[in-house]
């Protein structure tokens, strides 16, 4: 098992992004690490009647669909209700039908599902440190909805997957453990990273058992469906919703 | 991707020299074809009422609001549709097959251990447009791993009913003819998913939706950009001209546009 932490950079002052200078620090400390590609493509949609004015808001139903470049195999499909984010019914579908799926979806079912946003990371970088028992993904999300436009910033997101050990095997299991486990990744981040302006003080993990980072076909892909996975960056990139 | 498709009933008693002529015509054997389809009926969008009260009234707002509001009350009237899980029942090795032949040329299929791949299907309504072939948008995706029942039901879709189709296929250029027939599946027990097929009787005792045992051939072009008229020409042509290679044998005709209407009728709400 690994222990998995994912969290979203805010930008910074200037809508800058911190990604240049996390890029530079691991080519400058880690030269000989590398550099696999990273990208993730998100959409959102809410239900269309949520929609509508005076719709109460805690009834407000989400389709997720996300593609990651570490599950060349699946990708996930989730259905959520907004006060029972927890809840949700997943399915994967294979990656290659994840873009005529969501054409499906915002065509011919547009009276259920109301396209919210798409969030993408189109050139981020994944790398294995400390011996493969770390992989570290990072990259810029872009933000397109259908009143901003295209490309916005939307910030840096930071996955650290953590290989632990027999004891830990199920761990975290309690809100204390997930934050003692989240404390855990953001030390090793700082670690990573020792000697960058930032300090990541406001970094919050969001925090998961994963599947063991799956070395035979690259940077931690894996053939099996890591729903644990999935579920943390949908839970990351949908936000405050 | 858009279906071009033209269809013919044949008789039981026909189906066995069609099957040598489709097999000489495609000069490939017969591909055996057996599948469950599980039928969901999309749910109807509430509150259209209250965009409809809203709209050009007092309390309408904004010019953007009021936009906004338009294009809501248009995506809530889109239509709603049916759509299907279709399994397709995977071919084992002869070890484990246990599909036999039996004396009256029925197949029975051991359920058990049965691996199913399973794909969702959304086909629109045929385009109204006077055409020569029955034209829809299909879009179909495979379902890999997940409770594809729960999931549908968040998503918006409710179970209808199931059945099965057994049948041939053959490919022929570009055209894919299925030869094929839909027997009734049991509704499932109560706490049991539609997708699970554990318990069901052998294939053999499923009563036949038609019971006279006609078949029907399912001549069909699928292309890939439905918008590019050459390719629905070329489509159409290859169509035609298997109509009528197979006239002496079967009448392929465009069936009625409404026949193979895929929308959910609208109801108003009480």
């Known amino acids: 098992m690994s222990i998995t932490g994912v969290c979203l950079l805010t930008p910074q002052a200037g809508n800058t992004s911190t990604y240049p200078k996390l890029l530079a620090h691991l080519s400058r400390h880690f030269p000989t690490q590398e550099h696999e590609h990273f990208h993730l493509d998100y959409r959102l949609f809410s239900d269309t009647t949520s929609q509508l004015p005076g719709a109460d808001v805690q009834q407000r139903a989400f389709t997720h669909i996300l593609t990651l470049s570490h599950d060349t195999k699946h990708a996930y499909v989730r259905s959520t209700k907004v006060g029972d984010p927890d809840q949700g019914s997943m399915i994967t579908i294979p990656p290659s039908a994840a873009d005529s799926f969501a054409g499906l979806v915002q065509t011919k079912m547009q009276s259920a599902w109301f396209p919210r946003q798409t969030s993408s990371v189109e050139s981020g970088v994944s790398v294995s440190l400390l011996n493969d028992t770390v992989r570290l993904s990072i990259g810029d999300v872009k933000q397109s909805t259908r009143s901003q436009g295209a490309g916005t910033l939307r910030g840096t997101i930071i996955e650290l997957c953590k290989v632990t050990n027999d004891e830990q095997k199920d761990w975290p299991t309690s809100s204390e453990e997930a934050d003692q486990a989240a404390n855990m990744l953001q030390d090793l981040l700082r670690q990573i990273f020792h000697g960058i302006e930032e300090d990541f003080g406001n970094v919050k993990f969001t925090v998961s058992p994963t599947l063991s980072i799956d070395h035979s076909s690259g940077y931690g892909k894996t053939s099996a469906p890591d729903w644990d996975m999935a579920k943390l960056y949908i839970t990351v990139l949908r936000g405050q919703r | ?270």
Do not use: C
């Open chain 2, 1 to 270: 991707m858009h279906e071009l498709s033209l269809y013919g009933s044949i008789p039981v008693g026909n189906h066995d020299h069609l099957l040598q002529q489709l097999a000489g015509l495609t000069a490939m054997q017969p591909q055996a074809v057996h599948e469950i389809h599980v039928v969901f009926k999309g749910r109807q969008a509430l509150g259209l009422e209250k965009v409809s009260g809203t709209v050009g009234g007092e309390s309408a707002g904004t010019q953007q609001q009021q936009q906004d509001l338009q294009r809501l009350r248009t995506m809530l009237q889109s239509g709603v549709f049916y759509v299907q899980l279709i399994g397709s029942l995977l071919p084992r090795d002869n070890k484990r097959s246990t599909v036999t032949r039996q004396g009256s040329g029925e197949n029975s299929i051991g359920w058990e251990n049965q691996e199913v791949e399973w794909t969702f299907e959304f086909k629109d309504t045929p385009e109204a447009a006077k055409q020569s072939a029955s034209t829809r948008l299909v879009s179909r995706v495979k379902f890999n791993q997940g409770d594809m029942v729960t999931f549908l039901d968040m998503f918006g879709f409710e179970y209808v009913k199931r059945y099965v189709v057994e049948g041939q296929r053959f490919y022929h250029q570009d055209t894919s003819l299925f030869l094929h027939r839909v027997r009734r599946l049991p509704a499932p027990r109560d706490n049991v998913s539609a997708t699970d097929i554990s318990d069901l009787p052998p294939w053999a005792k499923l009563p036949l939706l038609d019971a006279s045992g006609t078949y029907i051939l399912q001549a069909m072009v699928e292309i890939v950009d439905g918008n590019t008229q050459e390719l629905r020409d070329r489509a159409t042509g290859q169509l035609l001209a298997l109509r009528d290679t197979l006239k002496s044998e079967v009448t392929l005709a465009q069936p009625d546009r409404l026949a193979l209407d895929t929308r959910v009728p609208i109801t108003r709400r009480p």
